[in-house]
Each structure stands twice: as structure tokens, then as C-alpha cells.
């Protein structure tokens, strides 16, 4: 009997629904693990091969702790909010739940058919409000909360209020905006609408004047992923930057504990460094320099303030509040006409131009608080306005962004560093001379840095401070489709619903898009206001709000009490296994950890951080194929005859190509300009191109597993993905290769079964050489498997069956296909069942391999002279250096090659080599 692979897929994944064989609940009897996938986007266009790669792999590891004895969550949901779904509603009018819908359909579909052991009872979707229903608490909960730094957490904002009403802001030492200081009789002498106005500079959530990336032509805030180029992604309209009230999450409050909290955890290195370098943790000082004709001071950070003598020119954001103020009449259009071209550019873009130099002086002088120079005020679009003070002073001669600007702009540079010890000399304006600067005299540069720290607070022109480059995070889009904001307003103060009318439900709207006048798509609802006649917010929460905390959510996804309960979370306490890609490292990450901590600190969960070991799997790049068109003509030429005609290179999709072979029929079918195409052939086939591209679309080389499913069976494709290469690199999708994984299944499952169908397994036991087979396969796999080396394992599978040849034995085989298990499942349930067993192999135990058969009996020593390797000796395991020498030498072999020579030396390397010297 042939293996019939869809026979046997169709079978078991219509039986573990119907069992719920997957279904997970609290076991305290037993150990708990929690693996946890990224949750996907639901686009349209469904999964290509890449998809699956990690959830492959998390799915071989869930599997493989259940054998191990595990109670492993392993749940599956969707990211199901997004512009994509908005834009879609827009172009077409149908409502993005509609599409969602459809979409997530198509998700499920194709992974049932891979044969995931999903928990489905526990799905969540980001779209449906008992789930959002959670992040509109967590927003209420923020909202209502301040940070103490003292402490280290967060705390009710009616204590901070207290506070104010007792002292106001004296020996307060808490997280906000600006610092503030006024006196408790000061607090309470303000209206309700001016103390709003202050708490939303301590809130954790709250809405301030921020610089956004807008764009008209989608009536939205984007993100900078959602900009490149000056243009939106999607659709490719103008972005510019322009100054927004947006609701944002106080994420800097927790910079020091997210920096700590990565020591703890089980992440590569690699990753923790993208995290350190977003946090971007600097000890420096914060300087106030005087502004010439202006009552008003420049606030600056520095971490060399050593080099203050060195300063030259100032340069702000063009964004910084004081551009207008210090800008004078004669450079004020100039300033105007920076200002517009700098709008045209997201952060991201600005940040990484490190090259480009531009600038434009704004007629103002800022004054060296140390020795009265006066100082020229720049503005640069290298300078942002989010990170520090969005200001710099600027050091031209040890800083190389600011020597280009000063070579540029014709700017002084003076250096006050000469090889590595500290000139303690400055410029003075006055005399054009250098100066003697006596309080820094004899001293390095580490000692100067702390005398200036100390100068600076002695004098009082700033302080010490520790700075991060985190910045909070805008909270607010103005979409449709995205979760409500619980906040409405009554004479435009922001209020909290209260908890009990949540959810929120999204309102239907007949528009998709933005106004007339620009506002919120929101705007366009009928009775979008609470009962007493209060509008809602406008906007809408951004996609990463309900990816923040969704695996909190799958730990009890039918409470409709809590987020989780105490139960729940006490028993999973915090994923075990994280598996997703690089490139949420400082997004879906940072926000997560940063959601996590705030309800720790709350009560609501036991665990300060979410993940405790995470894995990013690399990316599975396409194989694309091409033909080659005659100019001109309708003709294609294969590709060992393409040098000799004038030939253009055109993508063909890979789905019509076999082995780099094209289906001359299907491509003919493919695109209606084709349909009369000719073909000049070699040995009457017509072989394409290759090339190993990002797998697109646009590329036509995305491989649809449904087909590879279809053509060669799920298990084929689950151990195929984790054959191509280590989990964590990038790697080329080839199906040329997929026939040998194939053939191994084919191979496997004859050794149960005869042409006939008839089960051939036996009772005869085991030769000494099939156990030590199988128990250094055992050794193997599971050792791969803990190490996320999935393709080494499926190469030991292939080995194994390579040493056993055609072995039949059920003391051999019955573990094989419990070690099989994890990595292709369907036929594993099948063969555990044709061996008698009742209940499915995920309940089976991990097999333990014993030493005993992995003992060499014998060595088989490469015997070289002169380095020259000659023949091998086979001699007894556990002889010493000194033995297996005397063996050597003794050997009859060894004769011809000693040359009746007396050896020079005997180099013996036990179990490996020996080599004669003569």
C-alpha cells in the first residue's frame, strides 16, 4: 500500500477537531509551557511559504514538550485591525469587517491543512469587542495612573492629586512632560479644565501637541514604517510632518526598568542590542544657555560638557518652539521656505541621511553661559525635535555630523581636545585669543567631565540628568477601522468612560474616509456621542494597542471579568517561547514589555516581563524563474540558447515552473498576451533562469503552500521548511530539493507496510547496531530540538533510515514514529494507530535514549604515515595511546609503507587519526 498522503492529512485533521485534541485548559498536576507565535495580519493575498516557517517550528516544540509531559498552551489569533482592510473599505465601500472576515477565513483554511496544534478554542481577533473591550481598560487604567520614579512603578492619579493639594509639586520626583512647579495654593486656585491640562503632563496616557507623519491624500496618521520617501506606503501619497494633538502612552516612564529587565531574559544578544540602542540610555548634562535679546533660555543635553568651550554654533529642530522667536526679520522667509522643504521628510528618513547636509541660520545668537560668547542659532533637519531637547550645541571639531555642517556654512572650529589630553583653553569673543580656563586645568578627559558636571551645578546653569533617546509613543490614528478611544468630551476637557460601558463598539459610518474638513472618518457616525450628548474621540487606537497584550488574553479568552484571571495568570505566569520575526524589535516588543510592566505594577499580573525567551526566525526568500522573449517577438528562448539572440528577461511565476523546467501549456494560460507565445527549445524542453529574490508578488515568485500541500502533503512541507537551513538565518525557497523529504515519508512508511497494505511490523528483536541506531537518533533529535537546529534533525531522520535499512521491528520503529511525531504529524497518528494504539501519539512519551547502545565497541582509526592517510585499522574501543601505537606498528599493513624504517614518532589521536612519522 502507497503512502496516500492526502487520505491520511484529510483524516487526522478532521479527527483532532472533532476530538479537540488540542485543547488546553489549567492542569496544575502538571508542568505548564507557553508557546506563543506573532499573530498574523489577515491580508488578502493569504500565506505564502514564508508564512509558515515559524509557526512550523514553535509547532514542533509545543508538540515535542507535550511528549516531554508538558501542559502546553499553543494558541493561535489575529492582528485583525489595519490600514490595510480601511483602504481596501474606502476604494470598494464594503465595510473592512466584511473583508477581515474573509480574510481570516482564508488564514484558518490553509493553516488547518498544515496541521498546527492550535488551541482554537482559544483564538482571539484584535477586531471583535470582547477582546478590545480589555484594551480600552488597560487605556482607562493608564489614563488614570502617573509614574513615581521613586517607587518604580505606576501609581493612582489621585495620589499625585493629593500631593498637588498638599504641597504641589515640592520633593515630588515623578514622570511627566515638562517640569512643572507650582505651589499647593496654587493647585487649588486652578479651574478644572486648567488642572486637566496639568495631570495630562504626568498621565500615562495622554494628549499633547506631538509632530506626527500626515498624510492628507489617506486622512491618517502613519507610522514611519508607512513612509518611505517622503511618500506613504500604501498608495504612495505625500507624507509631511506637521504638528498634531494626539492621544500617546508615557513609555519613556519605564526606559530604566525595560533597559534592566533585558539582563533577565533569554533573547539573543543581537536583539537586546537593537532594544539598548532604542532605549539609548546617556548620562549628561542638561545646560541653559542665555539667548541674546530674548528674556528666554536654550535648553540643551550634552554628555561632554567638557567640550563647551568648543561650541561654535547651535543648531534646533526645525520643529524646536523657539525657531519663531529667535528668528529675525531679514531670515525669516528663508526660514519659512526650510521649514515647508523639512515637512516633506519623516524622522526616519532625517535620521538616516547621515550625509546630507543642510541648514539655515535664523539671524538669532544664543550665549555661552561660561565665558558670554555669543553663539549663531541654526536650524537642520539632523536635529530632532522628540529626541533630547531638540537642541544641540554644536562641537565641530570633535563630532563629524557638526565639522560638516561648520565646513559647510563657513563655521569656526576650535578644538579643545589635542591627542587624547584636554586643552584647558577657550575662545574668547572678545579678544580673538585663547584663554586660560583655570578650574579645568592638568585634568583628562574623564576627570574633566566630572569637574564641568560640577561646575555647571555650581553655578547654576543646568544640572546632571540621565537622558534616553525612547520616546512615547503616539497612541492615536485617525482611522476607522482600529479600536475606539473610552474618552469623550464635555467643554474640551478628555473624560474616561467608566468601566462599565465597556466596550465601545466601533459606530457604523457609510464613508470610509476622512471629511470634508479632515476630520476622523469617526466623525462621519450618526450619534457618535455619550447618552447625555458628549462626543467621543475622533481617533482611533493604532494597530500595535491590540497586539500589546494579546497573550495575556489567550490565557483565559473567555472571561468576561477580568483581562485574565488570577488563576489563569498565576498558572501561566508569562510565554515561555516567543517565535516571530526581527523586525518587531523596537515596536511590537518595546510596546508589549512596556504594557506588561504597567499592569504588573497595577496587580493584574504576576510576571514583569511577557517573554522570557524569544526566537526570531529568518526570512524565506524566493527562488524566482525567468524566460527569455525574442525582442519583438512573442518567442522564448530556453535559457542554454539565450546568448544568441537579442533576448529581455521577464519574471514567469514559479507555480508553472517544475525543476526549472516551464509548463509550456500553463504558461500559455498564465497572461492573455501569451496565449499564441512560441518556444525554441533545448532537447525539446524549455529550461528557465533563476534567481534568489525577496519573495513578492511582484516577483511572481510566491509559492502558495496550498499547492506544495496538494502536491506533496503537509508533513512534506513542514520538515522541507525546517530542512532548508538553520531556523534563525534567511534563507532561498528551492523546490528542487523538496522530492528527497518526500521520498524519506515514501521510505518510512514501507517499513511498515507491504505492497498490500498489509502491516509488516514484528516482534523479532533488535540487533545491537539497530539499537545503537536508534537511541543516537533519539540523542540527536532531542538535543536539536531543544536547540532549534530543526534541519540537523530531519538530516538524523534521513540517516537513521540510511543505517537501518529495511528494518521492521517494533522496538525500533514504535519510538521512530513518537520521534517523528512532531515533525510530521499526520503520518506519525496514522502509523501509532496502525500499531494498536487507542489513544493519539501527542499523548504518547518522548523516548529516552540509554548510553548503553551508544558505547563504541570498536574504532575504526584513518592510519596515516607522514600525514598521508593509507588505510583504516578497526581496533577495540578504550585502548590507550600506547596500545593502539603497539596495534599499528604490529599490523602486517603497515610493512609496506615503514619500509623496514624505524618510525620517528607515533602520533596518536584517541578515537580519531594516527599518524607515522618516519
Known amino acids: 500500500m502507497e503512502y496516500d498522503f492526502r487520505a491520511i492529512e484529510q483524516k487526522w485533521q478532521r479527527r483532532w477537531a472533532e476530538q479537540k485534541t488540542y485543547r488546553v485548559e489549567v492542569d496544575k498536576s502538571r508542568p505548564k509551557y507557553y508557546v506563543l507565535d506573532m499573530f498574523p495580519y489577515p491580508s488578502g493575498a493569504g500565506l505564502h511559504v514564508g508564512h509558515p516557517l515559524g509557526y512550523i517550528a514553535s509547532d514542533i516544540y509545543s508538540r ?220 549628561g548634562a542638561q545646560v541653559f544657555f542665555g539667548l541674546k535679546g530674548l528674556d528666554a533660555q536654550l535648553e540643551v543635553f550634552t554628555t561632554r560638557p567638557d567640550t563647551i568651550f568648543g561650541v561654535t554654533f547651535m543648531v534646533l529642530a526645525p520643529e524646536h518652539e523657539l525657531v519663531q522667536k529667535l528668528t529675525t526679520p531679514e531670515y525669516k522667509t528663508a526660514v519659512e521656505e526650510y521649514l515647508a522643504e523639512t515637512k516633506k521628510r519623516s524622522e526616519r528618513e532625517r535620521m538616516a541621511d547621515t550625509k546630507r547636509v543642510s541648514g539655515q541660520f535664523t539671524g538669532g545668537y544664543a550665549v555661552n553661559p561660561f565665558n558670554g560668547k555669543e553663539i549663531p542659532i541654526y536650524i537642520s ?153 458628549y462626543p467621543y474621540e475622533l481617533s482611533t487606537m493604532p494597530g500595535f494597542a491590540g497586539s500589546s497584550a494579546y497573550y495575556l488574553r489567550y490565557m483565559d479568552p473567555h472571561n468576561g471579568d477580568a483581562l485574565v484571571s488570577r488563576e489563569a495568570d498565576e498558572y501561566w505566569r508569562s510565554v515561555d517561547l516567543y517565535v516571530g520575526g526581527i523586525e518587531h524589535a523596537t515596536g511590537h516588543l518595546m510596546y508589549s514589555r512596556f504594557w506588561n510592566m504597567f499592569l504588573y505594577d497595577l496587580g493584574y499580573v504576576c510576571e514583569s516581563e511577557p517573554f522570557r525567551k524569544l526566537v526570531n526566525q529568518g526570512m524565506i526568500q524566493g527562488r524566482s524563474n525567468f524566460v527569455y522573449r525574442v525582442v519583438g517577438t512573442n518567442k522564448f528562448v530556453s535559457l542554454g540558447l539565450k546568448d544568441q539572440y537579442d533576448t529581455q ?66 508533513d512534506t512541507l513542514r520538515m522541507y521548511e525546517m530542512f532548508l537551513g538553520p531556523l534563525e538565518q534567511s534563507k532561498p525557497w528551492d523546490t528542487n530539493g523538496i522530492d528527497g523529504v518526500h521520498k524519506f515519508l515514501r521510505r518510512f512508511w514501507r517499513l511498515f507496510f507491504d505492497r498490500d497494505g498489509k502491516l509488516i511490523v514484528s516482534d523479532e528483536v533488535p540487533t545491537p547496531a539497530e539499537l545503537k541506531t536508534l537511541h ?51 503520518i506519525a497518528e496514522e502509523l501509532w494507530e496502525s500499531l494498536g494504539h487507542t489513544t493519539s501519539v501527542c499523548d504518547a512519551a518522548f523516548p529516552a535514549y540509554e548510553e548503553q547502545y551508544l558505547v563504541e565497541e570498536s574504532i575504526e582509526y584513518p592510519v596515516s604515515f607522514n600525514g598521508k592517510m593509507r588505510y583504516k585499522k578497526a581496533l577495540p574501543a578504550g585502548l590507550s595511546p600506547k596500545e593502539v601505537e603497539a596495534a599499528v606498528l604490529a599490523d602486517p599493513a603497515a610493512e609496506k609503507y615503514l619500509d623496514g624504517k624505524t618510525p620517528k614518532k607515533v602520533i596518536v589521536v584517541p578515537g580519531k587519526i594516527v599518524n607515522v612519522v618516519i
Open 64 to 283: 515535542y514538550k507535550r511528549l516531554r509531559g508538558f501542559n502546553v498552551l499553543h494558541p493561535m489569533g489575529y492582528d485583525a485591525f489595519g490600514l490595510p482592510a480601511e483602504q481596501y473599505a474606502i476604494q470598494t465601500g464594503q465595510h473592512p469587517a466584511v473583508t477581515t472576515e474573509k480574510n481570516i477565513n482564508r488564514y484558518r483554511e490553509q493553516l488547518d491543512k498544515i496541521g498546527f496544534s492550535f488551541d482554537w478554542d482559544r483564538e482571539v481577533r484584535t477586531c471583535d469587542p470582547e477582546y478590545y473591550k480589555w484594551t480600552q481598560w488597560a487605556f482607562l487604567k493608564m489614563f488614570d495612573s502617573y509614574y513615581c520614579n521613586d517607587e518604580q512603578q505606576a501609581r493612582p492619579i489621585a495620589e499625585l492629586v493629593a500631593a498637588f493639594e498638599q504641597g504641589g509639586t515640592d520633593g515630588l520626583n515623578v514622570a511627566c512632560t515638562k517640569e512643572l512647579a507650582f505651589t499647593a495654593a496654587e493647585w487649588n486656585a486652578m479651574g478644572e479644565a486648567e488642572k486637566e491640562n496639568v495631570l495630562q503632563n504626568y498621565r500615562l496616557a495622554f494628549r499633547a501637541d506631538t509632530l506626527v507623519n500626515w498624510c492628507p491624500g489617506l486622512g491618517t496618521v502613519l507610522a514611519n514604517d508607512e513612509v518611505k520617501d517622503g511618500l506613504s506606503v500604501r498608495g504612495g501619497f505625500p507624507v509631511e510632518q506637521k504638528l498634531m494633538k494626539q492621544w500617546l502612552l508615557r513609555v519613556t516612564a519605564y526606559a530604566q526598568r525595560m533597559l534592566d529587565g533585558l539582563d533577565s531574559l533569554e533573547w539573543s544578544e543581537s536583539l537586546k542590542e537593537i532594544q539598548r540602542n532604542w532605549i539609548g540610555r546617556s548620562e
Open 381 to 533: 533637519d539632523y536635529v530632532l525635535a522628540g529626541y533630547g531637547t531638540g537642541a544641540i550645541m554644536a562641537v565641530p571639531a570633535h563630532d563629524s555630523r557638526d565639522y560638516a555642517f561648520a565646513r559647510h556654512f563657513g563655521l569656526p572650529v576650535i578644538p579643545v581636545v589635542e591627542g587624547g589630553d584636554l586643552e584647558t583653553e577657550s575662545y574668547d569673543a572678545k579678544e580673538g585669543k585663547l584663554i586660560n580656563s583655570e578650574f579645568l586645568d592638568g585634568l583628562d578627559v574623564k576627570e574633566a567631565i566630572g569637574a564641568m558636571f560640577a561646575e555647571i551645578e555650581k553655578r547654576g546653569f543646568g544640572k546632571k540628568r540621565i537622558n534616553y533617546r525612547l520616546r512615547d509613543a503616539i497612541f492615536s490614528r485617525q482611522r476607522y477601522w482600529g479600536e475606539p478611544f473610552p474618552i469623550y468630551y464635555k467643554d474640551n476637557i478628555a473624560y474616561p468612560l467608566s468601566e462599565e460601558c465597556l466596550p465601545l463598539e466601533l459606530p457604523p459610518v457609510e464613508n470610509f474616509g476622512p471629511t470634508a474638513d479632515g476630520e476622523p472618518p469617526l466623525a462621519h457616525a450618526a450619534n457618535w456621542q455619550t447618552p447625555e450628548g
Open 649 to 714: 528577461e521577464i519574471h514567469v511565476d514559479v507555480n508553472i515552473v517544475r525543476n526549472d523546467l516551464l509548463d509550456l501549456e500553463a504558461f500559455r494560460a498564465w497572461r492573455p498576451e501569451f496565449a499564441d507565445a512560441e518556444f525554441i527549445l533545448e532537447d525539446g524542453k524549455y529550461l528557465c533562469g533563476w534567481a534568489v529574490e525577496k519573495m513578492s508578488k511582484s516577483m511572481f515568485n510566491v509559492v502558495n503552500p496550498d499547492h506544495i500541500v496538494e502536491d506533496y502533503g503537509a
Open 776 to 826: 543516537k537518533t533519539i540523542k540527536k533529535v532531542g538535543e536539536d530540538i531543544e536547540n532549534f537546529s530543526f534541519n540537523t534533525s530531519v538530516s538524523a531522520f534521513m540517516i537513521c533510515l540510511n543505517e537501518l535499512g529495511p528494518c521492521n521491528k517494533r522496538a525500533i520503529l514504535e519510538p521512530l514514529v513518537v520521534l517523528l511525531a512532531p515533525f510530521a504529524p499526520h
